[in-house]
């Protein structure tokens, strides 16, 4: 029997078996399949046509009569917002989704929409009437506190494009190799936007606090979210990374030029470049300079390296540093694991995206197309004109690679970033596993095949 395609814009239903094929955006229109086009069909300017209406009505086989749900009013989540139907989750409560490979190298700045979600609680409500964001130091003076509509006014609006990465990104590489614990993200928890807001820098001078003077060592951010027993989630970084980044560490309050989304932090999060996403607190409620890190489960339990002996039975957290700054890594998001290349295929065009903490640009990339005993330089593409030692944002990269003699069958596509200070990537996970899965920048690779 034949497999039919359907798919539904608004309240219709209909069967594109027949017109996938003659699609201009080739196999994009599968990741409706089953489900909504509509998020889709909103992100290409070109469907905004009275053609394209028409040509969709061809297809229409029926409609849609909606019903209601029930609310479970115990429900932590039941607030949560409505997703981008693209993102692939890696868990529904609390909500963690990737998006596919292809749209996310798409666009050098990733729509609001695709942006990747981490979130370890449920999503706050916040009463923007009632928000205050609080700032001050341990044991100090009387906590400074902001609203929304002060932070806009009384300080200058400062913009910066930072790349967030999950520490967690590529984990099921990991656990291939050895179980590890945490979500199955693959390749694609990482994305980029334009975030603006007040300068940390500036907030802190405005409330007198110098962090370049006193006896300080960290700085505390708590989020509003929080668990069922009102632990609110919370990190810190150390002062002298806030020394070195204080012009680019903002309090955003938004994000490609639109209020933050909720799941990205509505109304404040803390953007520090370079560093991992675990750090950059979402639903910012308060800031603290103090002499210690924060006590955070997510800051001293959490997101920590270990070498590859130690296990759950052996593992102490109090010897581990907190993750702060990102090693080099490169991702190819197209093609895609599985991808079927034509018969006739010499070369394929590989695409994908590289990145590392710190403000350390990318000089280059490799990939290779026979298991890394030949290898080509791909052409670095949007984000490669960065300041390679501020570079905050990712690059992206696209290569024409040729297949190998003799290749029909399977073909292990493989690609390697270099960074400024030529940092580049392990060959593979055995010496960098760890107990949590966190920090994979081995080689990518992605299995694809030749139809025979």
């Not at 609310?71 to 609390?94: C, E, Q, T, W, Y």
């Not at 964001?133 to 009384?154: A, D, V």
């Amino acid at each position: 029997m034949e497999k039919k395609i359907w798919v539904t814009y608004k309240n219709g239903v209909y069967d594109i078996t027949d017109y996938v094929p003659k699609h201009p955006g080739g196999s994009k229109i599968l990741l409706g399949a089953g489900g909504s086009i509509e998020p889709f069909w909103k992100m290409y300017a070109a469907h905004e046509n009275p053609a394209m209406y028409a040509l969709l009505e061809k297809f229409r086989i029926g409609n849609i009569v909606e019903t209601s749900k029930p609310v479970d009013m115990k429900d932590p989540f039941r607030n949560d917002p409505v997703r981008h139907p693209a993102l692939r989750p890696n868990s529904v409560k609390p909500f963690n989704a990737e998006p596919p490979g292809p749209l996310l190298v798409d666009n050098f700045i990733t729509p609001n929409e695709l942006f990747f979600v981490r979130n370890h609680l449920p999503v706050p409500k916040i009463d923007i009437k009632n928000y205050k964001l609080k700032l001050g130091t341990e044991g100090g003076r009387k906590e400074m506190s902001y609203s929304l509509k002060e932070l806009k006014s009384k300080f200058p609006k400062h913009e910066v494009a930072v790349t967030i990465q999950c520490a967690g990104n590529r984990r099921i590489e990991m656990s291939e190799k050895k179980n590890v614990r945490g979500l199955s993200w693959q390749s694609t928890a990482i994305s980029t936007a334009v975030w603006s807001g007040v300068r940390l820098s500036d907030l802190l001078k405005h409330a007198g606090i110098d962090i370049d003077k006193g006896d300080y060592s960290h700085i505390q951010f708590e989020g509003c979210d929080k668990d069922p027993e009102g632990s609110a989630y919370g990190a810190s970084i150390p002062i002298a990374l806030a020394q070195g980044r204080k012009n680019d560490i903002i309090i955003a309050y938004e994000m490609n030029g639109e209020e933050i989304p909720e799941d990205h932090g509505y109304p404040l999060r803390v953007i520090i470049p370079g560093v991992v996403g675990a750090r950059q607190v979402k639903w910012l409620g308060r800031i603290l300079v103090s002499k210690n890190e924060s006590d955070s489960h997510w800051q001293q339990k959490d997101y920590k390296g270990f070498n590859p002996s130690v296990d759950w039975d052996t593992v102490d957290f109090s010897k581990s540093a907190a993750v702060q700054d990102l090693p080099v890594v490169s991702t190819i998001c197209e093609p895609e694991p599985g991808t079927v290349l034509d018969e006739d295929s010499d070369e394929v065009v590989v695409k994908g995206y590289a990145f590392s903490g710190g403000g350390r640009g990318i000089i280059r990339v490799d990939v290779s197309a026979d298991g890394g005993k030949t290898w080509r330089t791909a052409e670095l593409l949007d984000g490669s004109d960065q300041n390679p030692y501020r570079a905050w944002a990712w690059t992206l990269w696209e290569a024409v690679v040729p297949l190998p003699e003799n290749h029909r069958g399977k073909v292990e596509l493989i690609s390697k970033a270099v960074d400024s200070s030529y940092n580049v990537q392990p060959d593979s996970v055995e010496g960098i596993w760890n107990l949590r899965g966190l920090l994979n920048n081995a080689w990518h690779r992605v299995p694809v095949s030749v139809a025979k």
